[in-house]
């Protein structure tokens, strides 16, 4: 019985509403094995992917989760139900191109902030 408990099935909600999984993981599972789970099992098809696990973030019963946290440390005790499939949301940060590009638009003016009295 213990051995069930200790096993978590988990579906991966994408912003458009479709689903990765479910996949069932230990609970000892650090959230970064996810992401790097999640970044395996993207869709191939879809624009705007996560490059790397740093692009992912996992939401659970409304708390982003932390890297280096497990599983059992994550579980809400009122949102999962044993034995049901756990949703998790992957939001996934868009690359930093639009602040690189405006700071390369603009040539770097000297400015003098000189007052003489």
Excluded at 39 to 49: H, I
Excluded at 71 to 95: A, F, K, R, Y
Aim: glycine fraction near 6%; charge should be positive.
């Amino acid at each position: 019985m213990a051995a069930v408990q200790d096993q978590l099935e988990i579906k991966f909600r994408l912003t458009d509403g479709s689903d990765i999984g479910p996949k069932t993981f230990p609970s000892a599972t650090s959230v970064a094995t996810l992401k790097e789970s999640v970044l395996a099992q993207w869709p191939k098809e879809k624009e705007n992917g996560p490059r790397t696990v740093k692009d992912v973030k996992l939401i659970s019963a409304g708390k982003i989760l932390e890297n280096n946290k497990t599983l059992g440390e994550c579980q809400s005790p009122l949102c999962d139900i044993p034995g049901g499939v756990t949703t998790m949301h992957v939001v996934v940060q868009p690359p930093p191109l639009e602040k690189e590009k405006k700071a390369t638009n603009q040539p770097k003016q000297n400015k003098c902030v000189c007052v003489i009295l």
